[in-house]
């Protein structure tokens, strides 16, 4: 069965530096988010993509954050300068169409940020 | 603005018992509502969900789960937990207007044998 894949599994960096993370959707699939999870938190919408433009984002999204499909097959979130509080479980989720089919989550990248 | 409530962080029942988890959601539009499971280190997996179909809806693994548009919820059942069931627990909400899942803060089921 397809499935969505994230990279690296777990990716430590420090505080200031700039991190992507990366992800490979499902093959067929037109909309691609990226949600967060800090650790005993909730998870939390981020940004939604399709057609390669932001669709939504919430705001938490803000300026040190970007999103991009470089080629047919990967979508990347960026972080420019990371805090301490970007620390967190990062999950990608990819759909063929909006809004009631399924989004298909990746197993997650945790960013630790010292 | 949209929002979700999960009663409980903690759930445990015995392998066997029926297995309850609540949710109740807050919407100014008709809802679309979803429980995901995470088992440990794996990302999140779709259960069930509803979009304005029949009000009883069935998932994988024996879960189901009942919109009621009266009490707002969308709690999840089990009628025999399994110990395969220990995992996290997510509701979550959207509608129309946008495709972003709006999650609950979870709820972890354990099963004892």
């Known amino acids: 069965e397809p499935e969505v894949t994230q990279t690296p599994s777990h990716q430590v960096t420090q505080m200031g530096q700039e991190v992507i993370l990366r992800c490979v959707p499902i093959s067929n699939h037109l909309y691609f988010y990226w949600y967060r999870q800090i650790l005993g938190q909730k998870v939390e919408f981020l940004v939604s993509f399709y057609n390669n433009e932001i669709s939504e984002k919430s ?7 970007s999103v991009e499909r470089p080629d047919g097959s990967n979508f990347t979130l960026k972080i420019r300068s ?32 010292l | 603005a949209q929002s ?22 807050s919407s100014s539009v008709p809802p679309y509502l979803f429980w995901y499971v995470q088992y440990p280190n794996q990302g999140l997996q779709l259960l069930l969900k509803y979009t304005s179909a029949a009000t009883l809806v069935k998932g994988i693994n024996g879960f189901e789960a009942e919109f009621k548009k009266s009490e707002t919820s969308f709690h999840l059942t089990k009628p025999s937990a399994h110990m395969s069931d220990a995992a996290e627990y997510f509701c979550a909400v959207s509608d129309y ?4 899942l709006i999650f ?3 709820t972890r089921l354990q099963v004892f044998p």
């Open chain 1, 59 to 65: 705001e938490i999204f803000d300026d040190q954050f």
């Open chain 1, 82 to 113: 990371t805090k301490l509080e970007d620390s967190a479980m990062y999950f990608c989720a990819s759909m063929i169409r909006q809004p009631t089919d399924t989004q298909y989550f990746g197993p997650g990248t945790r960013l630790t940020v």
């Open chain 2, 4 to 25: 979700v409530t999960q009663l409980g962080s903690h759930v445990s029942v015995s392998e066997g018992a029926l297995v309850l988890l609540r949710c109740n959601y």
């Open chain 2, 97 to 100: 207007n946008t495709d972003k």
């Open chain 2, 104 to 106: 609950g803060t979870g």
